[in-house]
Nanobody, 125 residues
Framework: QVQLVETGGGLVQAGGSLRLSCAAS????????MGWFRQAPGKEREFVAA????????NVADSVKGRFTISRDSARSTVFLQMNSLKPEDTAVYYC??????????????????WGQGTQVTVSS
Protein backbone atom coordinates (compact mmCIF):
# COMPACT_ATOMS: atom_id res chain seq x y z
CA GLN A 1 0.00 0.00 0.00
CA VAL A 2 1.39 3.37 -1.05
CA GLN A 3 1.43 6.12 1.52
CA LEU A 4 2.68 9.69 1.40
CA VAL A 5 2.85 11.39 4.77
CA GLU A 6 3.53 15.12 5.05
CA THR A 7 4.87 16.79 8.18
CA GLY A 8 6.19 20.20 9.10
CA GLY A 9 3.24 22.49 8.56
CA GLY A 10 2.19 25.09 11.08
CA LEU A 11 1.73 28.76 11.87
CA VAL A 12 4.52 31.22 11.10
CA GLN A 13 4.85 34.98 10.84
CA ALA A 14 5.45 36.67 7.52
CA GLY A 15 9.12 36.57 6.65
CA GLY A 16 9.64 33.33 8.54
CA SER A 17 10.55 29.84 7.35
CA LEU A 18 9.14 26.35 7.45
CA ARG A 19 10.41 23.03 6.16
CA LEU A 20 7.91 20.47 4.94
CA SER A 21 8.76 16.79 4.65
CA CYS A 22 6.99 14.01 2.81
CA ALA A 23 7.86 10.38 3.43
CA ALA A 24 6.84 7.86 0.79
CA SER A 25 6.30 4.19 1.52
CA UNK A 26 5.13 1.28 -0.59
CA UNK A 27 7.09 2.45 -3.64
CA UNK A 28 10.20 0.32 -3.24
CA UNK A 29 11.83 -0.49 -6.59
CA UNK A 30 9.59 2.05 -8.35
CA UNK A 31 10.78 5.10 -10.26
CA UNK A 32 8.92 8.30 -9.46
CA UNK A 33 9.33 12.03 -9.47
CA MET A 34 7.81 13.94 -6.58
CA GLY A 35 6.08 17.24 -6.27
CA TRP A 36 4.37 19.71 -3.96
CA PHE A 37 1.06 21.38 -4.68
CA ARG A 38 -1.01 23.74 -2.55
CA GLN A 39 -4.62 24.78 -2.24
CA ALA A 40 -5.68 28.03 -0.61
CA PRO A 41 -9.26 28.56 0.62
CA GLY A 42 -11.62 29.17 -2.27
CA LYS A 43 -8.93 28.50 -4.86
CA GLU A 44 -7.93 25.60 -7.06
CA ARG A 45 -4.97 23.45 -6.21
CA GLU A 46 -1.79 24.76 -7.84
CA PHE A 47 1.69 23.49 -8.58
CA VAL A 48 4.48 24.61 -6.26
CA ALA A 49 7.58 22.57 -7.02
CA ALA A 50 8.76 19.18 -8.28
CA UNK A 51 11.97 17.18 -8.18
CA UNK A 52 13.21 14.51 -10.56
CA UNK A 53 13.81 10.87 -9.70
CA UNK A 54 17.56 11.53 -9.43
CA UNK A 55 17.05 14.64 -7.32
CA UNK A 56 19.28 16.67 -9.63
CA UNK A 57 16.55 18.43 -11.58
CA UNK A 58 13.82 20.63 -10.16
CA ASN A 59 10.93 22.71 -11.37
CA VAL A 60 9.61 25.59 -9.26
CA ALA A 61 6.58 27.81 -9.76
CA ASP A 62 7.32 31.46 -10.52
CA SER A 63 5.30 32.55 -7.50
CA VAL A 64 7.74 30.89 -5.10
CA LYS A 65 10.96 30.92 -7.10
CA GLY A 66 13.87 32.23 -5.06
CA ARG A 67 12.03 31.54 -1.79
CA PHE A 68 11.17 27.82 -1.90
CA THR A 69 13.57 24.95 -2.53
CA ILE A 70 12.62 21.35 -3.19
CA SER A 71 14.96 18.42 -2.61
CA ARG A 72 14.88 14.69 -1.92
CA ASP A 73 17.08 12.51 0.25
CA SER A 74 19.68 10.05 -1.00
CA ALA A 75 17.29 7.14 -0.48
CA ARG A 76 14.85 9.03 -2.74
CA SER A 77 11.92 8.21 -0.50
CA THR A 78 11.59 11.56 1.25
CA VAL A 79 11.07 14.94 -0.34
CA PHE A 80 11.53 18.29 1.36
CA LEU A 81 10.17 21.75 0.70
CA GLN A 82 12.19 24.49 2.33
CA MET A 83 10.07 27.63 2.45
CA ASN A 84 11.77 30.94 3.26
CA SER A 85 10.54 34.53 3.28
CA LEU A 86 6.99 33.31 3.68
CA LYS A 87 4.12 35.61 2.77
CA PRO A 88 0.47 35.58 3.87
CA GLU A 89 -0.45 34.53 0.33
CA ASP A 90 1.49 31.30 0.87
CA THR A 91 -1.20 30.22 3.32
CA ALA A 92 -2.67 26.96 2.03
CA VAL A 93 -2.89 23.24 2.52
CA TYR A 94 0.26 21.76 1.02
CA TYR A 95 0.09 18.37 -0.64
CA CYS A 96 2.89 16.00 -1.55
CA UNK A 97 2.46 13.83 -4.64
CA UNK A 98 4.31 11.04 -6.43
CA UNK A 99 4.49 10.83 -10.23
CA UNK A 100 4.87 7.09 -10.74
CA UNK A 101 7.13 6.12 -13.60
CA UNK A 102 8.30 9.66 -14.21
CA UNK A 103 11.95 10.66 -14.24
CA UNK A 104 11.56 14.37 -14.87
CA UNK A 105 9.80 16.88 -12.56
CA UNK A 106 6.38 17.60 -14.06
CA UNK A 107 3.93 20.34 -13.19
CA UNK A 108 0.44 19.10 -14.01
CA UNK A 109 -1.75 17.78 -11.23
CA UNK A 110 -3.07 15.10 -13.58
CA UNK A 111 0.46 13.67 -14.00
CA UNK A 112 0.62 12.58 -10.36
CA UNK A 113 -0.49 9.16 -9.22
CA UNK A 114 -0.42 9.24 -5.45
CA TRP A 115 -1.21 12.04 -3.00
CA GLY A 116 -0.68 12.73 0.66
CA GLN A 117 -3.34 13.97 3.02
CA GLY A 118 -2.01 17.51 3.13
CA THR A 119 -0.52 19.73 5.81
CA GLN A 120 -1.71 23.22 6.72
CA VAL A 121 0.64 26.17 6.40
CA THR A 122 -0.59 29.47 7.79
CA VAL A 123 1.40 32.67 7.43
CA SER A 124 0.28 35.59 9.57
CA SER A 125 0.90 39.19 8.60
Amino acid sequence: QVQLVETGGGLVQAGGSLRLSCAASGLTYQTYAMGWFRQAPGKEREFVAAVSWSGYSTNVADSVKGRFTISRDSARSTVFLQMNSLKPEDTAVYYCAADLGAVRPRTLESDYTYWGQGTQVTVSS
